[in-house]
């Protein structure tokens, strides 16, 4: 069975810090992997995907994430934070389009104080 | 361009109740999936329809279903309303062919069962 973890369900970083949110996922195949991103009272907007095509994948506002298969893992970064950044990340991985069912890892609350 | 759209934002209902929600994919997108977000239980695959059908659901009971309009858009029932079904509703879209897998979700709708 798939599974995604996220490490950390909290992580707080100073603006101008580099972001780190960790991903780990369980897959007997080649997955496709997603991360998006939740502000408060909204629904979860895309940030970046990796579909087998680049290891190294830039999404939208200054994140990306790096395909390591022999860690099994889909960290997320991003050089330096912003106050906007603040909100909260999920990883999501999908063996295939046949079942049509993201697996949501738990989530992880970014804070960036000033 | 504009985004899956879900209707209504907010609802409140009381047990024993039966609620609709809504839910219109981006232009072009035939598959519709809906998934539940419940404090505590994290983002919960709950089911998808494509081409007017559903393909595939999630450990869900029931009482929850839904269907897919000629149009793409999608219904989501809950009949017999427990408390446990308080939570943010999403919906997403994905095209049908090259890009399948990423699902673009809609901004949510929450339901407070009293």
């Known amino acids: 069975a798939q599974s995604v973890t996220q490490l950390g369900s909290h992580v707080s970083v100073s603006e101008g810090a580099l972001v780190l949110l960790r991903c780990n996922y369980s897959?007997?195949?080649?997955?496709?992997l997603f991360w998006y991103v939740q502000y408060p009272n909204q629904g979860l907007q895309l940030l970046l995907k990796?579909?087998?095509?680049?290891?190294l994948v830039k999404g939208i506002n200054g994140f990306e994430a790096e395909f390591k298969k022999s860690e099994t893992s889909f960290h997320l970064t991003k050089p330096s934070a912003h106050m906007s950044d603040a909100a909260e990340y999920f990883c999501?991985?999908?063996?295939?389009?046949?079942?049509?069912?993201?697996?949501f890892g738990q989530g992880t609350t970014l804070q960036v104080k000033p | 361009e504009a985004g899956v759209t879900q209707s209504p934002t907010h609802l409140i209902k009381t047990r024993g109740q039966q609620v609709t929600l809504r839910c219109s994919p981006i232009?072009?997108?035939?598959?519709v999936y809906w998934y539940q977000q419940a404090l505590g239980l994290g983002l919960q695959f709950l089911l998808w329809?494509?081409?007017?059908?559903?393909?595939n659901r999630g450990n869900f009971p029931p009482r929850f279903s839904g269907r897919q309009f000629p149009n793409y858009s999608s219904e989501l029932n809950v009949n017999a309303l427990e408390l446990e079904d308080s939570a943010l509703y999403l919906c997403?879209?994905?095209?049908?062919?090259?890009?399948?897998?990423?699902?673009?979700f809609g901004p949510g709708t929450r339901l407070l069962v009293l």
């Open positions: 997403a879209s994905s095209i049908s062919d090259l890009d399948r897998e990423t699902q673009y």
């Open positions: 897959s007997s195949v080649p997955p496709y």
């Open positions: 990796y579909t087998s095509a680049a290891t």
């Open positions: 999501a991985v999908s063996r295939s389009s046949n079942t049509g069912k993201l697996i």
């Open positions: 232009s072009g997108h035939t598959s």
């Open positions: 329809y494509d081409e007017g059908e559903e393909r």
